[in-house]
């Protein structure tokens, strides 16, 4: 349909837009510019800003997030594509240890973007569908976003490269081209730490986030079939969590659904449960649920990777024995 | 270009402040007022002042920890240097870090960073948004034999050589890292070699003699800001004393350590101004008076200025932080710890 964009537009758009309005944005990465990004995330941004603002590198994830941290004490905003996320692993040392750390540490802001496609569900194996937020999620001076909506893509990204400090923005790629709308007029700026209730719902509460979203939603579609209404809360940013939210909404419908494609161990759902362990203990009615992948790596056959995520026949178990609790 | 009488009495009053103000800090360390480790320029103070000596005002320089020379070449200023050891609440770091992890951004100087090679690549994108910006800045960074075996170190250095960038990488070739003796740490003859890898240039100098640091970094700046890329400069040095203040250094052959103290980057430095009649040794013993006088006052300022208070709401780690502040304020149920 005319005038819808994906996901993977609305983040196109988003760059091209804010590259527009910020001279100071500069893009690094690998395959970038004359191609245009593995996900053509890129496509066309060197032929309109040139090879000054729109730079492929050598394969050196580590270097190019630190060209980016020293461009950005330079006052340039750099946005940095890791082609996969898993990538980013590469680079931990320069956004755990000296992004995240250093308004702290020197009262000097270093404001980048890191951005890329993660999540799994496209068949790429161990190695190019992993959910890398975790290890993020809980180095304090880090944003991390995780839009699940076209609109949400090019809104956080706009407010990512508009923020002072670092952001990694985690994409997911079994969305780039799935997720669709009609984007708002204007600016669409979405600001960080928000989450977004995609479905109101008075029986149980599903937390979630990414390309869980439109699982969630489905699931929802299904209870209210059988006259269970859920509530869909698409956190959109992990850190900082949007605790209150979450806590609003778990107060009202009293039972709690955590949904992650992330592994179970230590995800973003043990913080929500232990926040709601702390600050709703006397709301709830059930116990607290966790929907989440396996502790495992992730297998590469279509077969085994089915098997990996979360589905929706395990998410619709969860619910009817939260709803029946 | 030659160095004047005048740029090498400049040179020696840096190197004896160095050298002086970290005679200050040990004692300060023995007295238990420092805070953490005390990582000696003893022996390398030529090459860190030599080097730091050739950048224009407007270049941008990141240390490492032993570069003391090269940081108070910069600009920054004694008491700067005591409050940050003393982790002072006026520190430029403010007590959230320590020594030379701090920055002066209106002086080019740039913290160190602990994780070795990790300055490569920053100062690379340094000099990128400056080239970017229309600047004609040079960015100069260290390492040591053990920094140049880490892989931040050769991902910087090719990111920097594919993009040409205006950058010098001093290669402090100082005997040890740590514990690690050269041959330990490097399978190449010198660190220098290490340039043709990625189609940069190098040069290798006599890193304690300070005249010969300073034309060999000329030299290396100047290639850079014409456009030609990196520059490699091994500086061949001696770090005199352990890797910091605790260590014994047992692991060090006493008659190489005494060789190295007969080749003093600062003795020797003397012996040529005496010759040159550049600074005499009456000359020289008012320079040493002077920085003694004004040490003396950078203690003493320094020892007066308050520890740092904690801040209930912990700020200062992101611009907006509105939202994490309220937890951070959980996690003192009951009150300040």
Redesign the interface.
Known sequence: MSGEATYLDAIRIALGEEMERDGRV?LLGEDIGVYGGAFKATAGLLERFGP??V?D??V?????????????????R?VVEMQFFDFAARAF??IT??AAKH???????VPIVIRGPSGAGVHAGPFHSQSPEGYFART??L?VVVPSTAADARGLLKAAIR???PVLFLEHKLLYRRAKEVLPEGDGVVP??RAAVRRPGRDLTIVTYGAMVPLALDAAAELAKEGVEAEVIDLRTLL????ETVLESVKKTSKALLLHEDARTLGIGAEIAATLAEKAFEWLDAPVLRVTAPDTPIPFAPSLEAAYLPGLSTLLAAARRLAAY | MTTSPEQQRDLYRHLLLTRLLEERMVSLYRQGKMTGGLFRCLGQEATAVGSAFALEEGDLLIPIIRDLGATLVRGARPVDILRQVMTKADAPARGRDGFLHFCLPEKGLYSAIAMLGTAVSVVAGMVLADRYLGKKTVGMTYLGEGGTSTGAFHEGINFASVQKLPIVVVLEFNRYSYSTPSEMQCGAATLADKAAGYGVASAIVDGNDVLAVVEAARRAVAWAREGNGPFLLECKTYRRKGHAEHDGQAYVDPEELAEWTRRDPIARFERHLDEGGVLDAAAREAVRAGIDAELDAAVAEAEASPAPIPDPEFRGVRADEEAVVKRREETFVGGLR
């Open positions: 500069i000054q603002r730079i590198t050598p050196v994830e580590e270097a190019i997030v630190g060209a980016a941290i020293g461009a950005s004490l330079r006052g340039l750099p040392d320069m240890n000296f308004r702290y540490r020197t009262g000097l802001g304090p001076g944003a923020d002072d400090d960080i730490g900082p969590m949007d605790e």
